[in-house]
């Protein structure tokens, strides 16, 4: 007999933006200031809850995704040639390590006769 493996995945919950003052809720690390406990989701917030820096209500915030995590709009995730699907620092690596190599090659040009 096989065992069956499920691949388990365990999504970061998305942060919330204040579109007034720029403060994010991270659910990871809850709200101190609305004595609000670490692993709280936005959406299990109380409707009357509110901005603890400037006091803006629910509805003025909006989703800005988790923190490590593809960058972009989920939709368009499955577009691209593969990049989409990389978090924002391994497309920083990508796109340093080729600048890097593309130097590498100009130099070595000089090594020609």
Known sequence: MSE??????????????C?????????????SAGKIPPGTA?????PGWRCPVCGASKPQFVN??????PS?????????FGVNT?????KNILIFGALALGFVFFLSLYGLR
């Open 19 to 31: 579109r007034a003052c720029g403060y994010v809720y991270e659910p990871k690390k809850g709200s």
């Open 64 to 69: 800005v995704g988790p923190t490590e995590g």
């Open 42 to 46: 936005f959406e299990d917030l109380s």
């Open 86 to 90: 990389l978090t924002p620092s391994q």
């Open 4 to 17: 069956e493996t499920t691949e388990v995945n365990i999504q970061e919950p998305d942060r919330y933006e």
């Open 72 to 80: 972009g709009f989920k939709e368009n995730l499955g577009y691209g």
